[in-house]
Each structure stands twice: as C-alpha cells, then as structure tokens.
Nanobody, 125 residues
Framework: QVQLVESGGGLVQAGDSLRLSCAASGFNFNRAAMAWFRQAPGKEREIVAGIGRSDGATYYPDSVKGRFTISRDNAKKTVYLQINSLKPEDTAVYYC??????????????????WGQGTQVTVSS
C-alpha cells in the first residue's frame, strides 16, 4: 500500500555533494510529514532531516545542520535531501520515512511509521 522508493545514492569522495530523492505513493502525500534517516554499520538509526506539510517547518540535528537540506515537491509527491560537503562519517544507508495525517503542531523528530528500502551512500576519504 504505502510505498517509498529512495534513489540518488552512490560512491563519492569527501567534499562532494549528492541529492537523494524519495518517490511516495499509497497515501495522501500533501497531509504527511516526511523525513530522512540514516543507519551506519554498527550504529543506531538516526534522523537527519524532517519536514512538515510545507518547507516552512523543518528539523535537523546538530550533526548535519548547515550541510543537509530537506525539501518537498507536493505535485510530484517527492521529497529530496541535498547533502553538501560529504564526510566519510556520512557513509550509511539513507531511508525515507513518512508520517501520514501529520498534525501541524506535532513533532518532526519521531513518529514515522513507514520506510523505504534505502539507498546506500558511501563517502571515501
């Protein structure tokens, strides 16, 4: 039913940039909060960006703030993650998350119940 398909990952060098995409279907995209998570080998999954119904409300942890930018195109039902100045520590599988029926005053940090298969980002030093 709910489908999230990530793309745009790859093998890059430190300092490069990537733009990840997540195509959504099976729910009302315009009423959903969206997010990007990542999980590195041996580490816990962590949120790297969240966005509400519009890009007026976003969330970033301090570890990526200033380098990562999340955006959405409701007409295309797609969410993007622009990553600049990539570091080897950014190496991880990046997952797209969805929170359908998002309440405007709710938190963007958690509550995402649907996930895609992920796209691998590998940064060499």
């Amino acid at each position: 039913q709910v489908q999230l398909v990530e793309s745009g990952g790859g093998l890059v060098q430190a300092g490069d940039s990537l733009r990840l995409s997540c195509a959504a279907s099976g729910f009302n995209f315009n009423r959903a909060a969206m997010a990007w998570f990542r999980q590195a080998p041996g580490k816990e999954r962590e949120i790297v960006a969240g966005i509400g119904r519009s890009d007026g409300a976003t969330y970033y942890p301090d570890s990526v703030k200033g380098r990562f930018t999340i955006s959405r195109d409701n007409a295309k039902k797609t969410v993007y993650l622009q990553i600049n100045s990539l570091k080897p520590e950014d190496t991880a599988v990046y997952y797209c998350g969805a929170k359908p029926g998002f309440i405007l005053t709710a938190s963007l940090k958690d509550g995402y119940g649907y996930w895609g298969q992920g796209t691998q980002v590998t940064v060499s030093s």
